[in-house]
């Protein structure tokens, strides 16, 4: 199985170099990327020094708010040029930060970033991709990979009754069908990058209704879409390692528990008639994510595929126009699969899962059949086939 590789350094590292990172940030940022922090200090450690690279490419801030951190956080902090410092005099919680942080960043953009995150190469670059790209777009998030390597998120689906999925959660990072771009419900706040103001000129703030934390930024992609008529992007170009819930241990799984469901009925009770119209069954999230793929999604088997057929979809394919997924018996030349997936189309084939066994050409189209998709194949024997599977 292929692994994704990344740097994780311990305290003495960042002590060797005198907390000197070479942060080249911008007083007139593209980018304001905000990071609440509360203690974890080597944990935003790494996920400062990961950013170095990204700045040589992208004019950016880094916002830093140390939300009344009891270990040496601010002590750390201050040493770090570079940065700018916000030192919360009281505890304010992730969402208060965050609106915080927005109202004092000048960046066209801003980042909502959390601390335990190690970004990987060219993750700002492609993280702005889809707002050079395509239009009406909203927000943008990234792949998030666990440590233990399987993905944690790849885009989110929301169903009617308020619940949140999490689309590619538990592939090995690099599955096929998490690696392009996809218009998705909401993508996460531990990554989301997003205007500073909406359409109509207001500075972006996270609803205080749902202090603490959690269905914030669901509710905040929710309000780019039904309001502003934005769409919410996922690109599998841009990747992150995410060492989820470091800040929740066993003691305090039942207090998240508890806030997740109050802030879901909050989130129902605010959005209920919009979600009439979500998927009530967690069957195909790829598919109902995007109702306006209804009737338009279609999958074409390699025989059908040829070079003029990817061109044209290369040329012309819209996002939003269609669902394509492409199946191949073996991958396609790196370029022409790197072409279609920035146009929104989605190529499938075989690959090892996390339990290193290969997942055939014919169990992607089994799946593909069951999930309810239709089916293009000039092969006799595959329409034989397929017409014995229940979808």
């Not at 942060?23 to 944990?43: F, G, M, R």
């Not at 951190?69 to 700018?84: F, P, Q, R």
């Not at 992609?221 to 929740?248: N, P, Q, R, V």
């Not at 979600?275 to 074409?300: F, Q």
């Amino acid at each position: 199985m292929n692994s994704v590789d990344y740097n994780f350094y311990d305290f003495n590292f960042f002590e060797n170099l005198h907390f000197n990172f070479n942060l080249v940030t911008s007083k007139t940022p593209e980018v304001s990327i905000i990071i609440p922090v509360y203690n974890q200090i080597d944990y935003t450690l790494n996920c400062l020094f990961s950013l170095k690279e990204e700045l040589l490419q992208t004019s950016c801030e880094i916002i830093v708010i140390n939300d009344c951190s009891t270990d040496n956080t601010l002590a750390v902090l201050n040493k770090i040029e570079g940065i700018t410092i916000i030192n919360n005099e009281k505890n304010l919680g992730f969402l208060r930060n965050i609106n915080l942080g927005i109202k004092q960043a000048k960046g066209e953009k801003i980042l909502l970033l959390n601390n335990d995150v190690v970004v990987l190469p060219n993750f700002l670059k492609e993280l702005l991709m889809p707002f050079k790209t395509y239009d009406n777009v909203g927000a943008v998030g990234a792949k998030a990979i666990h440590p233990t390597q399987i993905i944690l998120e790849a885009g989110s689906a929301i169903l009617n009754n308020g619940t949140s999925i999490n689309l590619g959660r538990e592939h090995v990072p690099h599955h096929p069908s998490d690696q392009g771009i996809k218009v998705v419900d909401y993508c996460s706040g531990y990554c989301l990058l997003l205007n500073r103001h909406f359409p109509d000129g207001n500075l972006v703030q996270l609803d205080e209704h749902f202090i603490p934390a959690y269905y914030e930024e669901t509710d905040l992609c929710m309000t780019l879409k039904h309001k502003y008529h934005l769409d919410i992007f996922y690109t599998g170009f841009a990747e992150l390692i995410h060492f989820e819930s470091i800040s929740y241990n066993d003691n305090k799984s039942a207090k998240k528990q508890q806030l997740l469901d109050t802030n879901k009925q909050k989130f129902l009770d605010k959005w209920k008639r919009e979600l009439k119209t979500y998927s009530s069954k967690n069957v195909n999230p790829y598919l109902s994510v995007n109702k306006y793929y209804t009737g338009k999604a279609k999958v074409y088997l390699d025989d059908k595929i040829s070079s003029g057929f990817e061109q044209n979809l290369i040329n012309n394919h819209q996002i939003k126009d269609s669902y394509i997924i492409l199946v191949y018996k073996t991958m396609p030349n790196k370029k022409t699969l790197e072409l279609l997936r920035r146009k929104g189309v989605d190529v499938r084939y075989p690959y090892v899962n996390r339990k290193n066994k290969t997942v055939s050409y014919f169990k992607i189209t089994k799946r593909l059949k069951q999930l309810g998709y239709a089916i293009e194949t000039n092969s006799l024997y595959y329409k034989l086939l397929l017409s014995t599977i229940k979808s």
